[in-house]
Structure formats: C-alpha cells, structure tokens
C-alpha cells in the first residue's frame, strides 16, 4: 500500500477531529453544531472504512453491509441526542 496516502488520509482526519473540537467552542446552537460535528464524523467514517478498513478495495457487497451499520449508527446516536434535549 501506498504511504503517503495513509499519512495525507490521517492529516485529513486529525484536521477534521480539530475542526470538530473548533464547532464545540464555536458558541453555535445546539442543533447547529450537532449537524456539523455529524457530517465531519460522517466523512472521518468513510475515509476509515475505505482505507484503513481496505474496504475500498473489497467487493461491493461487504461495503454496503458496512454501510448500513454506519447509518444505523448515525440515526442512534441521533436519536439518542434527540431524546436528550427532549425538543
């Protein structure tokens, strides 16, 4: 495998834990900063599964299995941040 694409993969994902950090301290709303912390875990998710998980180089089907314990992921802990607002 190529290392220099796991060394730009992992700048790319500890720039998106800081950018997450950043939206915590940013003073935004609540729901504000939850949907952008969601989509930067989103993007972390895929960058992971994809190449250090070497799913990109797997058939599709185990992708799509993967792919939908991802969502299933997002839409607990969604609704587990839903709950506990209680809005």
Known sequence: M???LYAVIYVVLFVFATLQVAVEFAGLTYW?????????????????????????????AITYVVA?????????????????TGT
């Open 2 to 4: 190529n290392t220099k």
């Open 32 to 60: 504000t900063a939850f949907w952008l912390i969601m989509a930067l875990s989103a993007i972390k998710a895929v960058l992971v599964a994809a190449y250090f998980q070497h799913l990109r180089y797997e058939p599709r």
């Open 68 to 84: 939908i314990g991802v969502v299933a992921a997002i839409a607990l802990t969604a609704a587990a941040s839903y709950s506990i």
